[in-house]
């Protein structure tokens, strides 16, 4: 595997696109969600304006700044997942979601492609000088839950989310 965290230019536009419409067929054919948020809020088609919305690059009202990397197979020249880093919690994020939001496409999950991901992006979260890492996730995706533990996480507890799901909350020492 010769996998590396990406930020996106023009070149990837159609990458980017296979990506995003494969996700969006599973979501809709299997109700699954969509992770992280900042990948799906706009339009890729329009992709000057998604690349200058894609991250968050100031701090404003309910938003704190946000850094978006993707996950490239550069054997195969494929996008596997993306990361979006916040670099600091608002209550909110406190509360749920944390620092990390990921997820992997989804003919592309089972394959240790998210605790590859995960990794990298705390290598990330160092440069940004965040010394703990605050991730969440469904109780019911062991997957996600497992790969934050390979990636040091000790879960801290489990709490109901505002979609009534049960959700755990894991820290990462760096």
């Not at 109700?31 to 799906?40: D, G, L, V």
Request: hydrophobic share 35%; net charge neutral; aromatic share 8%.
């Amino acid at each position: 595997m010769a996998l590396k965290l990406i930020k996106l230019t023009k070149e990837d536009k159609t990458r980017l696109g296979e990506m995003i419409e494969e996700w969006k067929a599973d979501q809709e054919k299997n109700h699954t969600n969509h992770s992280p948020y900042a990948i799906f809020k706009n339009d890729w088609r329009d992709f000057d304006y998604y690349l200058a919305h894609l991250e968050q690059k100031t701090a404003a009202a309910d938003k704190v700044p946000s850094s978006v990397f993707f996950l490239l197979d550069t054997e195969r020249d494929r996008l596997l997942g993306a990361v979006c880093i916040r670099h600091c919690l608002n209550d909110e994020l406190f509360r749920e979601g944390g620092h990390i939001g990921d997820g992997i496409r989804p003919s592309e999950r089972r394959k240790g492609y998210a605790t590859a991901m995960i990794r990298l992006a705390l290598d990330e979260c160092r440069k940004l000088g965040i010394g703990r890492v605050l991730m969440t996730c469904d109780k019911t995706n062991i997957g996600s839950a497992k790969s934050i533990v390979k990636n040091g996480g000790v879960l801290e507890n489990e709490f109901v989310n505002s979609d009534g799901e049960i959700e755990q909350r894991y820290w990462i020492a760096l």
